[in-house]
């Protein structure tokens, strides 16, 4: 499921994205249900997760576009600039694919937001 999120980032965003990659992951959850180990911590753990991993989806790409509103922060705010403008501090968004890939695995594993906008 977390692949299948980082490589559905990768995609240029709009309904195919939001409507493909959100069917296959509830796909992916749905069937989860089927594949137990036996162990009953194991699939529940396995269960919140997954959980963890859809409401990321929904968050960073239906409720918000991830690409226009999570940034890697790449300084910090002096408010003593003499102009009174506000210095840039995201990095903008990476243009190859490799890029892309990194920074979208950067935004999935990142759960405290710690250096994210």
């Not at 162990?39 to 859809?54: A, H, K, P, R, T």
């Not at 892309?100 to 994210?116: I, P, S």
């Amino acid at each position: 499921m977390l692949m299948t999120s980082i490589l559905g980032s990768l995609l240029p965003p709009g309904k195919t994205r939001s409507i493909g990659v959100t069917f296959f992951l509830l796909c992916i959850f749905a069937a989860g249900r089927a594949n137990t180990s036996g162990d009953i911590v194991q699939d529940e753990v396995l269960g919140i997760q997954s959980l963890i991993i859809l409401v990321q989806w929904v968050s960073f790409h239906l409720l918000h576009t991830a690409e226009r509103e999570y940034g890697r922060v790449s300084g910090t705010v002096d408010k003593d600039e003499e102009d009174g403008s506000v210095p840039e501090i995201f990095s903008s968004l990476p243009e190859t694919w490799l890029g892309r890939l990194v920074w979208a695995t950067g935004l999935r594993l990142n759960l405290g937001g710690v250096g994210w906008n």
